[in-house]
């Protein structure tokens, strides 16, 4: 069974930076497509960004692009987002996602496993 483990998120102010990571187990994901999702409270799962394999193309999200780098490890089965210069708006839970696929791309529905989620909160 596969199953994934977030883990960095937290606290910081706006303008600094957090690194997400997700750690896959239970099965090889290294030829499968990964994202990141997030929710803020009241609102929908959205997407953030995604990584092929073996690590492009990228996609990312237009309110996180130059701000945001999703890459991974193929080797540890890692999967990690440096977030840099937050913004107030970026509070939410975030979530790792795994595809079947090479691709997993931008479409929520593109993926089969998900994580539990980290939050990651910036305050103004």
């Known amino acids: 069974q596969v199953q994934l483990s977030e883990s960095g998120g937290g606290l910081v102010q706006a303008g600094g930076s957090l690194s997400l990571s997700c750690a896959a187990s239970?099965?090889?994901?290294?030829?499968?497509?990964m994202g990141w999702f997030r929710q803020a409270p009241g609102k929908e799962r959205e997407f953030v960004a995604a990584?092929?394999?073996?690590?492009?193309?990228?996609y990312y999200a237009d309110s996180v692009k130059g701000r945001f780098t999703i890459s991974r490890d193929n080797e540890k089965n890692t999967v990690y987002l440096q977030m840099n210069s937050l913004k107030s708006e970026d509070t939410a839970v975030y979530y790792c996602?795994?595809?079947?696929?090479?691709?997993?791309?931008?479409?929520?529905?593109?993926?089969?496993?998900w994580g539990q989620g980290t939050q990651v909160t910036v305050s103004s």
């Open positions: 996602a795994a595809s079947e696929s090479l691709v997993g791309g931008p479409s929520l529905t593109s993926y089969h496993y």
């Open positions: 239970g099965r090889d994901l290294r030829t499968n497509g």
């Open positions: 990584i092929s394999w073996p690590g492009r193309p990228t």
